[in-house]
T-cell receptor, first 112, second 111 residues
Framework: SQTIHQWPATLVQPVGSPLSLECTVE??????LYWYRQAAGRGLQLLFY??????ISSEVPQNLSASRPQDRQFILSSKKLLLSDSGFYLC???????????FGPGTRLTVL | GDSVTQMEGPVTLSEEAFLTINCTYT??????LFWYVQYPGEGLQLLLK?????DKGSNKGFEATYRKETTSFHLEKGSVQVSDSAVYFC??????????FGSGTKLNVKP
């Protein structure tokens, strides 16, 4: 069966520090991968999605970036965090037919 | 443009009450429809889905019917439990790359 991992689970970072969040998927190949952000008490904001290694589509211009160095690995990065980057970051994947999206457990980021 | 509209929360019900959470969508294609549930501090879990008109998705006592004529996918449950307290998201997908989510509806069930 397929599983999706995210780490770290929680992170507290100072303003201006770098960020790296990692997501990996097991039990499937060539998934579509997604990064979402959820502000407190709010809905989901799609940040990036990827249909293959090195292929990244950005949905919202901001100080975040994403990379996909391996088929089942998706990384969210920032060079300098802002207070507004605080939130709950969710990674998700879909399989070959792209029909259903499955989510990871999330990373809670607090920028102070 | 493509979007999902779901009723604002929070919705507060007593245990064993009937639940309806309304969801309508605007899509230029012919979408698959989903309901996801999010418990506090966790990621989203797929609750149910329907892929074509008049299909009924069901799971854990929850149901939703794909109504193409009204572009709706309302979530219902006949008797809610305290353990159903969570945030519920309506969503659709039709081009295999992007999913469109509603803003979420928080459900509070009181004993």
């Amino acid at each position: 069966s397929q599983t999706i991992h995210q780490w770290p689970a929680t992170l507290v970072q100072p303003v201006g520090s770098p960020l790296s969040l990692e997501c990996t998927v097991e039990g499937t190949s060539n998934p579509n991968l997604y990064w979402y952000r959820q502000a407190a008490g709010r809905g989901l904001q799609l940040l990036f999605y990827s249909v293959g290694i090195g292929q990244i589509s950005s949905e919202v211009p901001q100080n975040l970036s994403a990379s996909r160095p391996q088929d089942r690995q998706f990384i969210l990065s920032s060079k300098k965090l802002l207070l507004s980057d605080s939130g709950f970051y969710l990674c998700a994947w879909t399989g070959g037919n792209g029909d259903t999206q499955y989510f990871g457990p999330g990373t809670r980021l607090t920028v102070l | 443009g493509d979007s999902v509209t779901q009723m604002e929360g929070p919705v507060t019900l007593s245990e064993e009450a009937f639940l309806t959470i309304n969801c309508t969508y605007t899509a230029t294609g012919y979408p698959s429809l989903f309901w996801y549930v999010q418990y506090p501090g966790e990621g989203l879990q797929l609750l149910l889905k329907a892929t074509k008109a008049d299909d009924k998705g069901s799971n854990k006592g929850f149901e939703a019917t794909y109504r193409k004529e009204t572009t709706s996918f309302h979530l219902e449950k006949g008797s809610v439990q305290v353990s159903d307290s969570a945030v519920y998201f309506c969503a659709f997908n039709y081009n295999f790359n992007k999913f469109y989510f509603g803003s979420g509806t928080k459900l509070n069930v009181k004993p």
